[in-house]
Structure formats: C-alpha cells, structure tokens
C-alpha cells in the first residue's frame, strides 16, 4: 500500500522554464509534508516543507503547494537550473505520538533533468 | 567529520552470510534512523534510536535485521543470513533533537540528516 505516490519516474525541462513535480498521498492523517532532493551517490538533503495549516510556502526558487482536499503537494522550481538536476523524494509524516518515532514516508521519486 | 558518515560505501555479500553496516551520526546528535531503499524506490523506515534506546523498531522486516546503538552516539545495523531480496541502499540518518512523544519537535522542524548510504548486494 503505497501511502505517498510520484507517478512521474523522469521529467525533463529546459533551462530557465519552470519545473512541476507532483505528489499524491492517501493517508489523512498526515499533516507535514517534506520534499528532499538526492544527488548520485549521496543521501537526500531536505528542500522544502509544509504544513498542513497552509496551502503555500516559498523558499526563493522552490515553493511548495498542498491540496488537501485533493491530497496532493506539488514542488515548483522557477526558473530552473543545471543543477537543481536529481532525484527528489516527496515525504509526509502524522503527527507525533505518545510513543513511536516521527517516520516519513517517502514517495518513489522523480528524476528532474534540466537541459541547456 | 562535519556530516553523518557511513560505511563501507559498497558491500557484496553471497546469500546466507551476515553483514554489518555502520553509521557514524552528528556528534551530539540524539535521533538516529536507518531507512532502507530499493532499487527504484523512495526509502523507507527501518528503525529509530533515541540516544541509545531503540524506541521504534517496527519497519525492521524479518528477525534477521538487528540494531544496535550501545552508547548513544556509533550505529551498527546488521543483518544475518542475508537473502538476495535484501539487496538495497541502506540509509542512516541523525538529528539533534528527540523525535518521539507528542509534543516532541516536529522532523520537518529539526533538519533531519542523512549519510550516503552503503549499497548492498547480496548474489
């Protein structure tokens, strides 16, 4: 049971345009949202989050849509570059809980290319 | 070192042998996580230390994973017998505040930091 889902595997996009990458999720109890982005040979670096108190949150470039009705984040880099190429994950987590860890659960990942 | 380091990089073990993967996290970091990710796939949670007491093991998925963390800081997560569906990069990740109980800093609040991963093959 795939609880947060990237159905695109690959995205390419021209330098300089806007870069799109959706994520789908089906478990309401999750109320943050994480995206993370992995470079070959390395561990993913956090990018941007969001709660579910909003619906936007910006970080120069990068900013981040919910819809909670609709359950779904989408990531948006503007203008793109060379090296915003890699890997980005999409996660969510519930909220804490007496016991047990804060897990995030990670979305299958897209690959972002950014041509010249 | 500045950043959570681990190793080896690469292990290959034949079907049936044990492994060990070490995690050296962020000094005076107090969570500690290991998530496994398979080919293709979003990683996904293993288990999770507080200083040295693991807290959540609920994602370790058989009795042949195992973790340790005897004094807080050096992770081990080993596995026996391993089987070629164990083939995957393992991560380790570490951040300086305690992640359970309610009320406890949220992970998207403290910056949660993940090593490279050691990369297991099992033929």
């Known amino acids: 049971d795939q609880q947060v889902k990237q159905n695109s595997p690959s995205l390419s996009v021209q330098e300089g345009r806007i870069s799109i990458l959706n994520c789908d999720y089906t478990?309401?109890?999750?109320?943050?949202f994480l995206w993370y982005k992995k470079y070959p040979a390395e561990g993913p670096t956090f990018l941007i989050s969001?709660?579910?108190?909003?619906d936007k949150n910006e970080d120069g470039r990068f900013t981040v849509f919910l819809n909670k009705s609709a359950k779904h984040l989408s990531l948006h880099i503007v203008p793109s570059q060379p090296g915003d190429s890699a890997v980005y994950f999409c996660?969510?987590?519930?909220?804490?809980?007496?016991?047990?860890?804060?897990?995030?659960?990670f979305g299958q990942g897209t690959r972002l290319t950014i041509n010249p | 070192g500045a950043g959570v380091s681990q190793s080896p990089r690469y292990k290959v073990a034949k079907r049936g042998q044990d492994v060990a993967l070490r995690c050296d996290p962020i000094s005076g970091h107090v969570s500690l996580f290991w998530y496994q990710q398979a080919l293709g796939q979003g990683p996904e949670f293993l288990t999770y230390f507080q200083n040295e007491a693991q807290l959540d093991k609920s994602g370790l998925p058989s009795d042949r994973f195992f973790a340790e963390r005897p004094e807080g800081s050096v992770s081990t997560l080993k596995i026996q017998r391993t089987q070629q569906e164990d083939s995957a990069v393992y991560l380790c990740?570490?951040?300086?505040?305690?992640?359970?109980?309610?009320?406890?800093?949220?992970?998207?609040?403290?910056?949660?930091?993940f090593g490279s991963g050691t990369q297991l093959s099992v033929l």
């Open positions: 478990n309401s109890m999750f109320d943050y």
């Open positions: 969001i709660s579910s108190i909003k």
């Open positions: 996660a969510a987590s519930p909220p804490p809980r007496v016991q047990g860890a804060q897990k995030l659960v």
């Open positions: 990740a570490s951040s300086l505040a305690p992640l359970t109980g309610r009320g406890s800093a949220r992970i998207t609040n403290e910056k949660l930091f």
